[in-house]
């Protein structure tokens, strides 16, 4: 196994890709991870590390929907949960570069 960090600093800024794309913040981890978690070293670790925030924020964002006619509460969720979409990806990503394995917050362990 080799190390590469840019790789894996790839895999976590890879979740951004929504903003330009509209989706794919699931898929394009999910491609890296699965190419790459027999071969770079830490991957596995990563990669299942962002699958499981995106099936969180999946799951957050199917919660918030009901929420939206009970005083408008799924509005605010929806964007709390673009701004932990942003902001998380790119923390960890800078933890990754420094040799940091980072975790991300109010995330279900589906893998």
């Given at each position: 196994?080799?190390?590469?960090?840019?790789l894996i600093v790839i895999a976590h800024l890879s979740q951004?890709?929504?903003?330009?794309?509209?989706?794919?913040?699931?898929?394009?981890p999910l491609i890296l991870w699965i190419t790459q978690k027999e071969k770079v070293y830490q991957m596995d670790a990563h990669g299942k590390n962002i699958i499981n925030f995106q099936l969180s924020l999946i799951v957050y964002c199917i919660i918030c929907v009901p929420l939206i006619l009970l005083?408008?509460?799924?509005?605010?969720?929806?964007?709390?949960?673009?701004?932990?979409?942003?902001?998380?990806?790119?923390?960890?990503?800078?933890?990754?570069?420094?040799?940091?394995?980072?975790?991300?917050?109010?995330?279900?362990?589906?893998?």
């Open positions: 196994m080799r190390e590469d960090r840019s951004l890709i929504t903003l330009l794309t509209g989706f794919g913040s699931l898929i394009l005083f408008g509460l799924g509005i605010l969720g929806f964007i709390l949960l673009g701004i932990m979409a942003i902001v998380f990806p790119v923390i960890n990503a800078i933890k990754a570069s420094n040799g940091e394995t980072p975790s991300y917050p109010f995330t279900f362990n589906f893998l």
